[in-house]
């Protein structure tokens, strides 16, 4: 069965600082990966997925993630975070989308501090 | 302008009492999913659909009914709410499967249970 670990259920940067969001996954099979945000009172949408092309993956608002497979992770970063950027990260996998469900983790705040 | 759309956004009832949550999308999709999102568990699915007459449970169905009479309606149905059914809840419609997957999130059905 496919699960995801998102390590931190909050984070805490400064303004300028790296932005690292921790998401281990388990699958038996190849996985489809993703990172979704929200944003407060807002549905989530999507900022990145992997699917078995190149393993860096660029995504909007400058936020990428590298799947490592040996590692089972799929972690978000971004060089230098803004402000705007304070809002809730999901990570998600899924061993092929459209026949069978995205599984969710729990989630990670990000909070930005001034 | 592609979307997907949840009516009402925010609900309040009472215990028993039967409420639908409509979920729309204009974007011809054939998968349709609903999740319900609880602070700390992250998004867990409800049900899914991959097409018109196609249902199937998500990891929480109990309490929850779903139709898929037309391609573009999936409405959420609880015949007799609980407390326990206060959530957050998001209807979500993808394209396709694979490697051009994509899901799009409604904004969200805040549902509130006395």
């Known amino acids: 069965a496919q699960s995801v670990t998102q390590l931190g259920s909050h984070v805490s940067v400064s303004e300028g600082a790296l932005v690292l969001l921790r998401c281990n996954y388990s699958?038996?099979?190849?996985?489809?990966l993703f990172w979704y945000v929200q944003y407060p009172n807002q549905g989530l949408q999507l900022l990145l997925k992997?699917?078995?092309?190149?393993?860096l993956v660029k995504g909007i608002n400058g936020f990428e993630a590298e799947f490592k497979k040996s590692e089972t992770s799929f972690h978000l970063t971004k060089p230098s975070a803004h402000m705007s950027d304070a809002a809730e990260y999901f990570c998600?996998?899924?061993?092929?989308?459209?026949?069978?469900?995205?599984?969710f983790g729990k989630g990670t705040r990000l909070s930005v501090i001034a | 302008e592609a979307q997907v759309t949840q009516n009402p956004r925010y609900l309040i009832t009472v215990t028993g009492k039967k409420l639908t949550v409509t979920c729309s999308q204009n974007?011809?999709?054939?998968?349709m999913s609903w999740y319900r999102q609880d602070p700390g568990l992250g998004l867990r699915q409800i049900y899914y659909?991959?097409?018109?007459?196609?249902?199937d449970k998500g990891d929480v169905p109990e309490g929850y009914k779903v139709s898929r009479k037309e391609k573009r309606n999936f409405p959420l149905i609880l015949e007799s709410p609980s407390p326990n059914q206060t959530s957050l809840y998001f209807c979500?419609?993808?394209?396709?499967?694979?490697?051009?997957?994509?899901?799009?999130f409604g904004p969200g059905t805040r549902l509130t249970v006395t």
């Open positions: 979500a419609s993808s394209s396709s499967s694979g490697s051009t997957y994509e899901q799009y």
């Open positions: 699958s038996s099979v190849p996985p489809y």
């Open positions: 992997y699917t078995s092309a190149a393993t």
């Open positions: 998600a996998v899924s061993d092929f989308p459209g026949n069978t469900p995205l599984v």
């Open positions: 974007m011809n999709h054939e998968y």
């Open positions: 659909s991959m097409n018109v007459e196609v249902t």
